[in-house]
């Protein structure tokens, strides 16, 4: 069973950091590519970031581009974000989730992912 766990999410001022990190079971972590979206109240679930399996390949959300990176660690199973300047419009829920496909594609939408964890807040006070 397929079971993804965030965590890191917090209370943070505008301009300061987070670190965001979701551990996966379940899956064989090295053929899975991942993915980072995120929910504010009242609004769609948006894309944030994705890495390919390799780790190589890496996409963002405009919103986030040249402030939040992505990284996994194959070794431990785990998909960091890495979340720099933060404004108050980055304050949602954030899960991550595993990609259907073991090639990859499309991975700004939801569509494309299969499991999702069960999200952590993250806000970012003015």
């Known amino acids: 069973q397929v079971h993804l766990v965030e965590s890191g999410g917090g209370l943070v001022q505008a301009g300061g950091s987070l670190r965001l990190s979701c551990a996966a079971s379940?899956?064989?972590?090295?053929?899975?590519?991942m993915g980072w979206f995120r929910q504010a109240p009242g609004k769609e679930r948006e894309f944030v970031a994705a890495?390919?399996?390799?780790?190589?390949?890496?996409y963002y959300g405009d919103s986030v581009k040249g402030r939040f990176t992505i990284s996994r660690d194959n070794a431990r199973r785990t998909v960091i974000l890495q979340m720099n300047n933060l404004t108050p419009d980055d304050t949602a829920v954030y899960y991550c989730?595993?990609?259907?496909?073991?090639?990859?594609?499309?991975?700004?939408?939801?569509?494309?992912?299969?499991?999702w964890g069960q999200g952590t807040q993250v806000t970012v006070s003015s």
């Open positions: 890495i390919d399996r390799s780790g190589i390949g890496t």
């Open positions: 989730a595993t990609h259907r496909s073991i090639l990859g594609g499309n991975y700004y939408s939801i569509a494309s992912y299969a499991y």
């Open positions: 379940g899956v064989t972590f090295t053929l899975t590519h």
